[in-house]
């Protein structure tokens, strides 16, 4: 007998062969997989019935500032600098560690809705984000978002906020919650932060969160500043190297792809973000090619205003396509690798999660198939990238836990997540506009 | 006592005022809305609780091609040429009414699903495609798709072929279906072919539904035949004029724009597809600015690959921002105009739909807001082009008929629908392997 059988769905495993199971099913025993494929013969206690569905690694989501749900559609279509500066940075100052769960709690749910099993953030109070994480049950890669532009004694507070997260929050509700440097971006971050932060992930062995050429602004900026562009400057005081992810990497030179290639950089691509902020388009294929394991996040909910990936994936299909004139770049295979295995590596997870496969970690999903916007049914990778959204997952397994089954959620209460959101949202907007 | 009442929604009016009530109902007799408000006291059969619900005209989906949801997912990521010529029309050969009709039952059932309660179709056998329309509830504009190539025989069929859809089924079911004619492209069509199809069309009094400027190719097409750009060669034949339902328009000058303007041509903005095609980026923000009333549309699902309207907004509001590298072009209002009361105008039907307004036909969607992708709620229109998504649509209204209450679809089978359209497009690609 084994905890959870998934039994007789369309298993994609993205495993090192792509191998798909037309007919399949997965076995898990307490948080792992232990078998897949045809001939699962394992009784279990809970099996659930796969026909008609899409088994597949739960969605990993690269990038995102995770309790900004709380900020979702309430400010659009401004330029970047007003944006931050007349609505969002204003609205977060008046942040607390309550306010940021509230958000997180928000932001997991919706990410357990819309099949993503896994994500990496960025942003404050990260110790409350932590808390609502361990609550839903989905897995993070949890950040301090450090910003000291050269001011030393706020270097020194923000190295310690980010050790501190680094320290308390590494490795809890089982393995579940890692951690990570965050210093936010070379324009915020002086060299001398950034060598630091470089130390002290060496030191406590976990991976550096940063946000690289996300805007020409930020090229023009760093090219001022230090004479050379965003990676270049980055490369040139060694602070690039395999446990860095890089999110946006928009604004790149081939030499600088050929950086990021040889230090081993993580990028991640946010094309809605990218669209929506109109900061440009990321050479995607061009790291693909070159056999950078490019993944893939929605950004910040007031930057999207969504953390829906399978969207994100007919976004990132597309953008690409429209941008280079050639509607074979970013096939459906190469943007469901980016959303899953490509995610998994970008972490450092690429041994736990991101695939199928006996001695994972069991993230899993299950997405129904019989619905209008999928038929007929042809290619089932295809309807994933181009078809899909996340409201057609109906299973989403963290860990081994079942956190949602037939799209009710079992680990939160979903009514009373949207009202607390609901509540810290209004207060936020209140204060701010009494402030100003 | 009316037939229906939506009460107590936030109901967005796109009337010219562009009212929004915050709780506001609806009034329905018949197939027509006789009071929208604040202050609707008409006691009803039907009384449609619509709190924690928008209630908004039912979308417009200006340009698809209905029956190729049978290919969807069956050839993506390739170059046009081959797609169409390896792929789609191989395909398409083996088409017969049956076939079409079961592909545009499935379309139908998609888009009331996802909240489009009227569209402008382009195919083949439209008698059936006008059976499936009726059936379903929804309201269409069908049009039959001329291709001649200069060939004075088959001009004669194709368009004896377009008067006959005219003849047969304009006004029918009700005043749901309405015809065009549909005279495929300037590159499939000749000058004289177009000539007679705007005496036609005068003629019977109804629109003209084609595609123009889709791709660079056809510009370097039609230059090179006729030594002029698509809409100058268009115009230069006295082509164009307000009944045209110009798809795409992707490649147009200013002076073109000009063209389209002073003519009146309605174009329909198909972001999606132009992105996966890779064809380009419509100037639309262009086109708004100087008051053209730019549509919106799905295309086929062959190249989308999907019918949600709501999906379609988002990638329209962010596509040209990027292009642009402008976030403030294409803000969400814009958006949501052409998704609903521009494509009224575009389809000639601005006195009917479009908007919800007494005397107008009652096509009415509610979009339910309780979701964690729709939370925290500060600005709906935001949510409605940025955060939903067709499923998110609770109920659907068309010509006063409940089409959909509930995520229930009332006028059709769903299981058989999706039966139907599986078997029948198994079929069509058996018997297109079976020829090669």
Redesign the interface.
Same mark, same amino acid.
């Given at each position: 007998m084994v905890d959870v059988v998934i039994k007789d769905g369309y298993v994609i495993t993205m495993d090192p062969k792509r191998r798909i199971f037309e007919r399949g099913s997965v076995a898990i025993e307490g948080d792992k997989i232990i078998a897949v494929g045809k001939d699962v013969k394992e009784k279990a206690d809970v099996v659930i019935d796969a026909r008609g569905k899409v088994v597949l690694p739960g969605l990993v989501n690269a990038h995102t500032h995770l309790s900004m =749900?709380?900020l979702?559609?309430?400010a659009?279509?401004?330029?970047?600098k007003p944006?931050l500066e007349t609505k969002i940075w204003p609205l977060e100052k008046n942040l607390t560690g309550e306010r940021v769960y509230a958000g997180a709690l /928000?932001g997991c /749910?919706?990410m357990i #809705?819309?099949g993503a099993t896994c994500f990496a953030d960025q942003y404050f109070f990260m110790e409350n984000v932590a808390e609502a994480v361990e609550r839903s049950g989905i897995r993070g890669v949890l950040s301090y978002g450090i910003i000291e532009k050269g001011d030393i004694k706020k270097r020194e507070s923000e190295l310690k906020a980010g050790e501190k997260l680094v320290k308390t929050c590494h490795g809890i509700a089982d393995g579940r919650i890692l951690t990570m440097f965050g210093p936010h971006a070379p324009y915020t971050c002086s060299p001398e932060c950034l060598s630091q932060v470089k130390e002290l992930a060496k030191k406590y062995k976990v991976g550096i969160h940063t946000h690289i050429a996300e805007t020409?602004w930020e090229v023009e900026e760093i090219t001022k500043r230090y004479g050379k562009r965003p990676v270049e400057h980055l490369d040139s005081i060694r602070f690039l190297g395999p446990e860095v992810l890089a999110a946006h990497c928009v604004h790149l030179t081939r030499e600088e792809i050929t950086t990021i290639r040889t230090r081993g950089v993580k990028p991640v691509h946010n094309p809605?973000s990218?669209?929506? !902020?109109?900061?440009?388009?990321s050479p995607v294929p061009e790291m693909l090619k070159v056999g950078i394991p490019v993944a893939l996040g929605t950004d910040g909910a007031a930057s999207?205003? $969504? /953390?829906?990936m399978f #969207?994100e994936m #007919?976004?990132a299909?597309?953008?690409n396509?429209?941008h #280079?004139?050639?509607? =074979?770049v970013?096939?459906?295979q190469s943007v469901l690798e980016m959303a899953t295995i490509n995610g998994a590596i970008a972490l450092g997870l690429q041994d736990k999660i991101g695939s199928l496969e006996a001695n994972k970690k069991a993230d899993i999903i299950l997405v129904g198939l019989?619905k209008?916007?999928l038929?007929?049914?042809?290619?089932v990778t295809?309807?994933l990238v181009?078809?899909a959204?996340? $409201?057609?997952v109906n299973t989403t397994i963290a860990d081994g836990k079942i956190l949602m089954r037939g799209r009710r959620v079992l680990t939160l209460d979903?009514?009373k997540?949207?009202e607390r959101?609901?509540r =810290? $949202?209004?207060d936020l !907007?209140t204060e701010w506009r009494a402030a100003k």
């Amino acid at each position: 007998m084994v905890d959870v059988v998934i039994k007789d769905g369309y298993v994609i495993t993205m495993d090192p062969k792509r191998r798909i199971f037309e007919r399949g099913s997965v076995a898990i025993e307490g948080d792992k997989i232990i078998a897949v494929g045809k001939d699962v013969k394992e009784k279990a206690d809970v099996v659930i019935d796969a026909r008609g569905k899409v088994v597949l690694p739960g969605l990993v989501n690269a990038h995102t500032h995770l309790s900004m =749900t709380l900020l979702r559609g309430v400010a659009d279509d401004m330029e970047l600098k007003p944006w931050l500066e007349t609505k969002i940075w204003p609205l977060e100052k008046n942040l607390t560690g309550e306010r940021v769960y509230a958000g997180a709690l /928000l932001g997991c /749910l919706e990410m357990i #809705k819309s099949g993503a099993t896994c994500f990496a953030d960025q942003y404050f109070f990260m110790e409350n984000v932590a808390e609502a994480v361990e609550r839903s049950g989905i897995r993070g890669v949890l950040s301090y978002g450090i910003i000291e532009k050269g001011d030393i004694k706020k270097r020194e507070s923000e190295l310690k906020a980010g050790e501190k997260l680094v320290k308390t929050c590494h490795g809890i509700a089982d393995g579940r919650i890692l951690t990570m440097f965050g210093p936010h971006a070379p324009y915020t971050c002086s060299p001398e932060c950034l060598s630091q932060v470089k130390e002290l992930a060496k030191k406590y062995k976990v991976g550096i969160h940063t946000h690289i050429a996300e805007t020409k602004w930020e090229v023009e900026e760093i090219t001022k500043r230090y004479g050379k562009r965003p990676v270049e400057h980055l490369d040139s005081i060694r602070f690039l190297g395999p446990e860095v992810l890089a999110a946006h990497c928009v604004h790149l030179t081939r030499e600088e792809i050929t950086t990021i290639r040889t230090r081993g950089v993580k990028p991640v691509h946010n094309p809605v973000s990218n669209m929506k !902020i109109a900061c440009g388009v990321s050479p995607v294929p061009e790291m693909l090619k070159v056999g950078i394991p490019v993944a893939l996040g929605t950004d910040g909910a007031a930057s999207n205003n $969504s /953390l829906d990936m399978f #969207k994100e994936m #007919k976004f990132a299909a597309l953008l690409n396509k429209v941008h #280079k004139f050639d509607p =074979t770049v970013m096939p459906a295979q190469s943007v469901l690798e980016m959303a899953t295995i490509n995610g998994a590596i970008a972490l450092g997870l690429q041994d736990k999660i991101g695939s199928l496969e006996a001695n994972k970690k069991a993230d899993i999903i299950l997405v129904g198939l019989k619905k209008p916007h999928l038929a007929p049914l042809h290619n089932v990778t295809s309807h994933l990238v181009y078809s899909a959204v996340g $409201s057609d997952v109906n299973t989403t397994i963290a860990d081994g836990k079942i956190l949602m089954r037939g799209r009710r959620v079992l680990t939160l209460d979903e009514d009373k997540v949207l009202e607390r959101a609901q509540r =810290t $949202s209004d207060d936020l !907007i209140t204060e701010w506009r009494a402030a100003k």
